[in-house]
Nanobody, 119 residues
Framework: VQLQASGGGLVQAGDSLRLSCAASGRTIGRYAVAWFRQAPGKEREFVARITWYGASTSYADSVKGRFTISRDNAKNTVDLQMNSLKPEDTAIYYC?????????????WGQGTQVTVSS
């Protein structure tokens, strides 16, 4: 499966953005999909995950209550709605997928999309 992340941009603190991860090559229903991010000089960190068919979701504490991950299996996409953005959310955001229900590692990665939040 190939993944394409999009939707990044430059916004101000408090604004919202919606990232989208479009899958091609396979239907993504039976893939767990996650978003990760990597800020300059920092390690990549987990942001959110959604399991097969959206059965369950999980979030990093730093984004809980502000970000929402969702999937549209008919469109073969997984979105990340980001509200109340903070400057510390600035990073390159990546989507990843794996056939495991609760992946410990992800086999498929998309290219990143840059999110910049100004104060």
């Amino acid at each position: 499966v190939q993944l394409q992340a999009s939707g990044g941009g430059l916004v101000q603190a408090g604004d919202s953005l919606r990232l989208s991860c479009a899958a091609s090559g396979r239907t993504i229903g039976r893939y767990a999909v996650a978003w990760f991010r990597q800020a300059p000089g920092k390690e990549r960190e987990f942001v959110a995950r959604i399991t097969w068919y959206g059965a369950s979701t999980s979030y990093a504490d730093s984004v809980k209550g502000r970000f929402t991950i969702s999937r549209d299996n008919a469109k073969n996409t997984v979105d990340l709605q980001m509200n109340s953005l903070k400057p510390e959310d600035t990073a390159i955001y990546y989507c990843a997928a794996d056939t495991s229900y609760y992946p410990r590692a992800y086999a498929y990665w998309g290219q990143g999309t840059q999110v910049t939040v100004s104060s």
